[in-house]
T-cell receptor, first 114, second 108 residues
Framework: DTEVTQTPKHLVMGMTNKKSLKCEQH?????MYWYKQKAKKPPELMFV???????INESVPSRFSPECPNSSLLNLHLHALQPEDSALYLC?????????????FGPGTRLTVT | KNEVEQSPQNLTAQEGEFITINCSYS?????LHWLQQHPGGGIVSLFM???GKKKHGRLIATINIQEKHSSLHITASHPRDSAVYIC??????????FGKGTKLTVNP
């Protein structure tokens, strides 16, 4: 199984809502990533988890809160988002957090904040 | 100046044509990645390479470390190859640095 799954595929939320994005992989990878991608732009790294511990936070606003409950799951909790947070949110995983480790991406969650 | 530069930004081809997308980078790297993204979709990793050449089906990726340059070739292009192709580089445990992507359209 070389698949990274993400749910939901689409999400519309108001600025006062609380929602969560979920990501799952069963490849035994120990590194998991959240990226944000705006239209016609490359992905921007948000967070990196290595062995279930947060290792990189790219100065992401606190309205985005990541969580790694176990080695297969990665969540992104959303609260009090702004319309400019509307984007495609991509999850990825790799064997380790090193450059020789290929990243596998999920299909993304298309988020719209109204 | 971006660390990773891709050319061309947009490319239109007729079905069956041979396609080349180029990527240049300005710093030493551990690996170079070629990624594919269909409209509205997730990203698929096509190749990860640190030297030489790799081939998968109709796709070929080459890298010249001395010249800091990589190319992605598509032989016998097909409309289903229409997508954005992204070059990214990695160093050590640093994050991936992405190029801006090349939008490929293959017309039947």
């Amino acid at each position: 199984d070389t698949e990274v799954t993400q749910t939901p595929k689409h999400l519309v939320m108001g600025m006062t809502n609380k929602k969560s994005l979920k990501c799952e992989q069963h490849m035994g990878h120990r590194a998991m990533y959240w990226y944000k991608q705006k239209a016609k732009k490359p992905p921007e790294l948000m967070f990196v988890y290595s062995y279930e511990k947060l290792s990189i936070n790219e100065s992401v606003p606190s309205r985005f809160s990541p969580e790694c409950p176990n080695s297969s799951l990665l969540n992104l909790h959303l609260h009090a988002l702004q319309p400019e947070d509307s984007a495609l949110y991509l999850c990825a995983s790799s064997q380790e957090v090193i450059s020789s480790s290929e990243q596998y991406f999920g299909p993304g969650t298309r988020l719209t904040v109204t | 100046k971006n660390e990773v530069e891709q050319s061309p930004q947009n490319l239109t081809a007729q079905e069956g044509e041979f396609i080349t997308i180029n990527c240049s980078y300005s710093v030493g790297i551990s690996a170079l990645h070629w990624l594919q993204q269909h409209p509205g979709g997730g990203i698929v990793s096509l190749f990860m390479l640190s030297s030489g050449k790799k081939k998968h089906g109709r796709l070929i990726a080459t890298i010249n470390i001395q010249e800091k340059h990589s190319s992605l070739h598509i032989t016998a292009s097909h409309p289903r190859d229409s997508a954005v192709y992204i070059c990214a580089v990695s160093r050590g445990t640093e994050k991936l640095v992405f190029g801006k992507g090349t939008k490929l359209t293959v017309n039947p």
